[in-house]
């Protein structure tokens, strides 16, 4: 399979992010990267950089208002004082029910808070561009199926599957995944099917499609009444108007042993066989680890190959794409496990 990897990666690396009030390092860190790379080049893969120029399905998938924020954060945080170079910004007011987000006050900080869904989103000068690396490694693979290549795995991080078309949050600020199904679109897939295995709920990339049919969006996930995002990722969401029928949530509890979690997958896998999909995206995030620090579900390395096994199944041009995982030391093993699986 070939894997597309941009060592622009590096320059998104938080120092930390806040947990229960304190600072804690960050999560997402950019060594998850380098032990995916590292491990997939060890097990024989070859590894590409991006070549295309993501700008034009971005704007197809995100508010242009919200990319120029995105872009330009950098700069506007240093205008605020120069001394920021060294910090951190991080938004601290939000504009919930009953407040105006209709209107775009000209402080930085408040500006932060309109586009971002929680404080978790620690950022740095280089965000930007990372960033936008993933998003052109996701169209760079959608352009490599459209030429007849039958897989193709992203390595990407910054992760994407919680920004929306007009927020970031949970460590995402671009979303590679449905940047990856709408460039698919654009290249002539009439219909694609995106399953989300990540631990948390995709709610960004549930949120940008969920009015429409030529994108299913699939997803298992920790039960949003426990679990990050909370606010979104229940059975009862199945898309509106268009798009109705066209969004399946499959939650299970914190603490779900891998043989259920597997069960989920199956009926995961039976809805995308229905929908007679052109080509599947997989979000994969692999913090369904057992050994994963902030999630709660119990896959073991053995199963990613089981997963990437059911995956190849399905018999669709795949687009996978990295998503959380932060048993770093592990992650190398367990994406390259799915990867392998795949290719078998
Ligand atoms: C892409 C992705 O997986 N994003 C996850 C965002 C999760 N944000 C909430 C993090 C909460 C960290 N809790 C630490 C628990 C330590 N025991
Ligand atoms: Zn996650």
């Given at each position: 399979m070939i894997v597309i990897f941009s060592s622009?990666?590096?320059?998104?690396?938080?120092e930390y992010e806040f947990f229960r009030g304190e600072r804690v390092p960050c999560?997402?860190?950019?060594s998850r990267a380098v032990f995916v790379a590292k491990e997939l080049t060890a097990r024989g893969h070859s590894i590409h950089a991006p070549v295309a120029d993501s700008r034009t399905i971005l704007s197809q998938v995100h508010t242009q208002r919200y990319l120029d924020f995105l872009e330009s954060s950098w700069s506007r945080w240093l205008a605020v004082d120069?001394?920021?170079?060294s910090t951190q910004p991080f938004p601290s007011v939000w504009p919930v029910r009953?407040?105006?987000?209709d209107i775009e006050p000209d402080n930085f900080i408040a500006q932060l808070g309109l586009y971002s869904?929680?404080?978790g989103s620690p950022m740095v000068a280089g965000t930007w561009v990372a960033a936008k690396a993933g998003a052109d490694a996701a169209v760079s693979a959608a352009e490599l199926l459209g030429g007849g290549e039958q897989a193709v795995f992203c390595a990407t991080?910054?992760?994407?599957?919680?920004?929306?078309a007009d927020f970031m949050g949970g460590y995402c600020f671009l979303n590679n995944a449905a940047v990856a199904a709408q460039a698919l679109r654009h290249n002539g897939c009439d219909r694609v099917a995106i399953l989300d295995v990540d631990y948390h709920h995709g709610n960004g990339t549930q949120s940008i499609f969920y009015?429409?049919?030529d994108v299913l969006f699939v997803s298992i996930h920790g039960d949003p009444r426990t679990e990050y995002p909370f606010y979104l990722g229940y059975?009862?969401?199945?898309?509106?108007?268009?798009?109705?029928?066209?969004n399946l949530n499959i939650p299970m509890h914190a603490g779900t042993s891998s043989e259920r979690w597997f069960d989920a997958l199956e009926m995961a896998c039976s809805r995308i066989s229905q929908y007679r999909a052109d080509a599947l995206v997989v979000?994969?995030?692999?913090?369904?680890?057992?050994?994963?620090?902030?999630s709660k579900f119990a896959l073991r390395s053995d199963d990613f190959i089981k997963l990437g096994a059911r995956l190849k199944r399905l018999g669709l041009p795949t687009l996978l794409i990295l998503e959380g995982g932060y048993a770093t030391a592990t992650l190398g093993v367990n994406a390259a496990n799915v990867v392998d699986a795949f290719d078998q």
């Open positions: 622009q990666h590096e320059q998104h690396a938080p999560f997402e860190s950019p120069p001394a920021n170079a009953s407040l105006r987000s869904m929680d404080n991080r910054p992760p994407g599957h919680h920004a929306g009015d429409r049919s059975a009862d969401e199945q898309g509106e108007a268009e798009g109705e029928g066209f979000s994969l995030g692999l913090d369904t680890f057992e050994g994963d620090p902030i």
